[in-house]
């Protein structure tokens, strides 16, 4: 199944990009997991490995890793690049989570 398919056919999607040599994704990566099903289990988590696959990071303009873009009802409600931590996800999810799923 596609990546855009997947983001059209759920009401929220996390597409979280990760790339093998990064040690900062691979220590945020279960952490983000967990998060994710613990608090907003309808958001639908997917990982995305870079060098895996290039054509879906370019798809969606991601140059640099770690990176977790949100998808609200098809669209691109928020994007966190880079330096980001749990509490920003948590704050921007705690505002929209409720809005889509009341």
């Given amino acids: 199944m596609e990546v855009r398919e997947i983001i059209e056919g759920n009401d929220a999607v996390m597409l979280y990009f990760t790339g093998g ?3 900062t994704c691979s220590a945020l990566k279960p952490k983000l ?7 907003y289990p309808k958001v639908k988590f997917l990982e995305v490995d ?4 290039p054509g879906v990071a370019a798809q969606f303009t991601v140059f640099t890793v770690p990176a977790a873009l949100l998808f609200t009802q098809g669209k691109e409600a928020n994007r966190f690049i880079r330096n980001f931590g749990l509490m920003e996800v ?3 999810l705690d505002r929209v989570y409720p809005l889509i799923f009341s």
């Fill in 33 to 39: 997991e967990e998060l994710m099903t613990s608090r």
């Fill in 21 to 23: 040599q990064c040690g």
């Fill in 50 to 53: 870079v060098t895996h696959n």
């Fill in 90 to 92: 948590q704050a921007v």
